[in-house]
């Protein structure tokens, strides 16, 4: 069959992403942006997971849980693909991958907890930035679609913090000053505790009219930093404001471009989540502990030793740390490449329980580290339900129960979601 000769299908199931699935001639279609029980007419295309892509042409009849997406670029922007499930099938969707995951380890998925929701109202966003090279055509600001390097100009978000989503707004009207026709930047703005923060990545180095633009909009948007990265080099453009979060009541500077949880309300969810789960148990790890979001937390009750491989984040948290003199002698850091090289079982013997929140990538090697110890607790933090259920399987082929896990919604409208897990010998 010719790719571009068009199908009609009935769409089944959900995949992992999301997608909708139907069938043809025994093989999988993955269609986007559809829902069981959608009658459609589509495009066939390029072979991926065991199925065929599937582009939507028309929607001839429509399944009984579809809802009407709320945001104007819905089914054009990558951001946001869930938007037209209805409840029961959006919750479906969020914790049928987790399940899934689960049960390809063959761990049973009833440990998993009701999804716990929270406000689309994320304090971090990656944007792109794009100035045509025709001079009478407006800058673009936005997300880029799915699976493609279009850009889409966004012009209302219902994700984003309110302040974020001004600067994107404002963004746009600087943007030709900042970059040259034809150019084009990433945008990483992030709402801290002092105010938004803003880092600029470019090939270009800024000329003296986009230094000048970028002060100007500072000061129109009351942002508390711009850093401008280029080729590896960081130029601080202006700083009107230290940049801090505040991790359970301590303040931590925060690097440009730092990691934080996206979501401010999922966040309290995951620090009461690994605080009951290590309860008293001190002292405890934390590993791949960031700027700290854990480690305060523990620390309010006992000794941590909080081990981040980022060399700034490291700096930040201890330097947090250090200035907090009821928190300095509980908490201690440790600079380490916990991927090339994990702490060895005895050393981690010394502790009494542990929390690890590694990238999407999960941690193999640390999970078989903290497997072969004699910790009593250990809570796994994780925004990836393949890689979590992968560590999970090592630490119980080490002889730990999986006693729950929580999933948390901090990523709305999209199929990713965070979770926090306990294990226990």
């Not at 992030?190 to 938004?196: K, L, Q, R, Y």
């Not at 090289?341 to 050393?347: A, N, S, T």
């Amino acid at each position: 069959m010719s790719p571009d000769e068009l199908v009609e299908l009935s769409v089944e199931s959900f995949g992992a992403r999301g997608d909708g699935i139907a069938q043809h001639r025994g093989e999988p279609v993955f269609l986007p942006l559809t829902v069981p029980g959608d009658r459609v007419r589509a495009r066939l295309g390029a072979r991926r997971a065991g199925g065929r892509e599937g582009r939507l042409v028309d929607r001839l009849a429509s399944g009984p849980e579809r809802a009407d997406p709320p945001c104007r670029h819905f089914g054009v922007c990558g951001g946001c693909t869930l938007q037209h499930l209805g409840a029961s099938s959006y919750q479906a969707v969020k914790l049928g991958a987790l399940r899934a995951a689960l049960e390809r380890v063959r761990v049973d998925p009833g440990v998993v907890e009701p999804l716990r929701v929270v406000p689309p109202a994320r304090r971090r966003a990656r944007v792109g930035l794009e100035r045509p090279g025709a001079p009478l055509r407006p800058a673009r600001v936005g997300f880029r679609e799915r699976f493609r390097h279009n850009l889409v100009d966004i012009t209302e978000c219902l994700i984003l913090e309110a302040p974020l989503f001004v600067g994107v707004t404002k963004l746009r009207q600087v943007a030709a000053d900042l970059l040259p026709p034809g150019g084009s930047a990433e945008a990483t703005l992030t709402h801290t505790d002092s105010g938004v923060d803003l880092l600029i990545e470019a090939v270009e180095r800024p000329e003296l009219g986009a230094l000048e633009a970028l002060a100007a909009f500072a000061e129109e948007c009351d942002l508390a930093r711009i850093v401008w990265r280029s080729s590896g080099e960081e130029i601080p453009v202006l700083e009107r404001r230290p940049v801090r979060v505040l991790l359970s009541g301590v303040a931590v500077p925060v690097p440009p471009g730092a990691f934080l949880q996206a979501s401010r309300a999922a966040e309290m969810i995951l620090v009461d989540e690994v605080l009951s789960g290590i309860g008293t148990l001190r002292p405890a790890l934390d590993l791949f502990a960031g700027l700290g979001t854990f480690t305060f937390a523990l620390a309010q009750t006992g000794p941590v030793h909080a081990v981040e491989g980022e060399e700034r984040a490291a700096a930040a948290l201890a330097r947090a740390a250090m200035g907090r003199p009821g928190v300095a002698p509980r908490v201690t850091v440790e600079r380490r490449d916990l991927f090339r090289d994990p702490l060895p079982p005895e050393w981690c013997s010394h502790y009494a329980a542990a929390v690890f929140d590694p990238p999407r990538a999960g941690a193999t090697r640390v999970a078989e580290a903290l497997a072969a110890s004699a910790l009593d607790t250990i809570v796994a933090v994780s925004c990836n339900a393949a890689t979590f259920a992968r560590d999970a399987a090592k630490l119980i082929a080490g002889g730990y129960r999986l006693e729950r896990v929580t999933p948390v919604d901090q990523f709305v409208w999209t199929p990713h979601l965070e979770l926090a897990a306990v294990f226990r010998r």
